[in-house]
């Protein structure tokens, strides 16, 4: 057998800060506002933040409304919901609600109603191996007139015959149940339910149909019906980028915090419908006043 020649060997010490290098280069989760943690097997992963971390959502159900999620800490401070509400100008962007989520971090999917009274999270997001995800949030019903919600364990629905369809099954994935919800359902503000899934895709892959009712906030299954009701709002891609900027000198732990900029930007895929709602051709950045308690309109292009 020929020695292994040592004498080329690479530090251990390099080889870690190359691997963090690569990191923060790479990893789309692990950049500058990131702190990065080892678990115990020394891999590195991406929990905490060193600035508070912001996602903006436009609503595929009603362009004017935009969803901000405030990630939670894993440990102290849940996840945050802010709902806004453009103008009819869309010079402001007014609040309308903010909520606490049941979420440590984030839900890993969620849709907010027409009218904004109804929020529906599915699943757990976590950025950490040794963070549980709480099977209670598997599917979240939340009623933000009424401030009440109600949590369900996709077991509490799901039966063994169900589980198969969705084999291989496995409770500590993000989404257990990804073909299930692709998060492109249909809210019926008649009615008042929300259909996770179209009946195609039920029909094609042998899934139940889900109705759940937002009042009683409940789900129950059935076979999936030829059409949706006409009643019903489908979700349509409006492909407006939001992005949500917080001051440099704001902490993750701060509480009641909220964005201090919010960006829209309109693509090249946004319809033609949605471009005539907004002042600007490209992109618009919204400032908070804390007068008025609302978001304006700071530059067009």
Not at 69 to 79: E, L, M, N, V
Not at 146 to 156: G, S
Not at 210 to 236: F, K, Y
Request: aromatic fraction near 10%; include cysteine.
């Amino acid at each position: 057998m020929i020695p292994r020649d040592q004498s080329n060997a690479i530090p251990q010490s390099a080889i870690v800060a190359a691997l963090t290098l690569s990191l923060l280069v790479q990893i789309g989760t692990c950049q500058e506002n990131y702190r990065l943690t080892w678990d115990e097997n020394g891999r590195p992963s991406c929990l905490f933040h060193s600035r508070p971390q912001f996602n903006g959502y436009s609503s595929g159900f009603n362009p004017r409304l935009v969803s901000v999620i405030r990630a939670g800490d894993a440990k102290d401070r849940s996840a945050e919901l802010l709902v806004l509400e453009l103008s009819q100008d869309a010079r402001v962007i007014r609040p309308l609600k903010r909520q606490k989520l049941t979420n440590s971090i984030s839900p890993a999917q969620s849709q907010i109603s027409p009218s904004g009274r109804f929020y529906i999270t599915q699943q757990e997001r976590s950025l950490h191996p040794k963070v549980p995800r709480d099977p209670r949030n598997g599917l979240v019903i939340y009623d933000l007139m009424r401030n009440e919600l109600t949590r369900h364990k996709f077991d509490d629905f799901f039966d063994a015959e169900n589980k198969k369809i969705f084999a291989p099954y496995d409770p500590e994935e993000v989404r257990p149940y990804p073909k299930w919800s692709n998060g492109r359902g249909a809210f019926d503000p008649v009615h008042l339910r929300y259909y996770p899934n179209t009946p195609d895709e039920c029909k094609s892959f042998g899934y139940p149909f889900g109705i759940i009712d937002l009042v009683d906030r409940t789900i129950r299954l059935s076979e999936p019906p030829d059409e949706l009701p006409t009643t019903a709002v489908q979700h349509s891609w409006n492909f407006l980028k939001v992005v949500c900027v917080c001051s440099d000198d704001t902490s993750w732990h701060e509480p009641n915090l909220i964005p201090s900029k919010i960006i829209i930007s309109i693509t090249d895929k946004t319809p033609k419908t949605i471009r005539k709602l907004f002042p600007f051709i490209k992109q618009g950045t919204y400032k908070w006043h804390h007068q008025s308690e609302n978001y304006r309109l700071a530059q067009d292009d």
